[in-house]
């Protein structure tokens, strides 16, 4: 009778594990990100960046995101997060707005009440934006690790 009841306590111990296993994933590490929705030539230009976009940026490693998309990246725990086909930031039409230029690749800068900055490319054939949380304030050593494969992938605008 005791032998009856192991299958299925070693079963319910498997399918505990499972869980347990599934639980620790790295789907859980990833970090949610809109996708943008850019049509067709812009997206193939972040279908590109995507392929040339590194591995760590700023000492942060490379993590997933939720949904998973070509057009969206993050680094490191939500840290630094890069959308791809971005609409215009309104921001663009402020006469007033601050702006850098970090390796010959212009952005827009917006400061986020209670979060880090985001940036937004200029005069680029589709807009990426890399939202920075307060850790990198006052850092652009994200944007410099980023330069490289923006102005590889995304040409400036005509």
């Given at each position: ?111 986020r009440a209670g979060a880090g900055p985001r940036f937004t490319t200029t005069y680029r054939r ?33």
């Amino acid at each position: 009778m005791t032998s009856s009841h192991r299958p299925f306590g070693l079963a319910a111990s498997a399918a505990a594990l499972l869980l347990a296993a599934t639980g620790c994933s790295a789907s859980d590490a990833e970090t949610s990100v809109p996708v943008p929705g850019p049509p067709a030539a812009e997206a193939a230009l972040c279908r590109a960046l995507a392929k040339e976009l590194p591995g760590t940026v700023a000492g942060q490693e490379r993590a997933g995101t939720e949904p998973e998309s070509e057009l969206t990246a993050a680094w490191g725990d939500a840290a630094i997060v890069l959308r791809c086909g971005v609409p215009r930031p309104e921001k663009m039409n402020d006469p007033q707005a601050q702006g850098v230029d970090v390796d010959g690749v212009g952005w827009l800068v917006e400061q986020r009440a209670g979060a880090g900055p985001r940036f937004t490319t200029t005069y680029r054939r589709t807009y990426v934006e890399v939202s920075l949380d307060a850790r990198y304030a006052h850092d652009m050593g994200p944007l410099v690790d980023l330069a490289a494969a923006v102005k590889k992938a995304v040409p400036p605008s005509l």
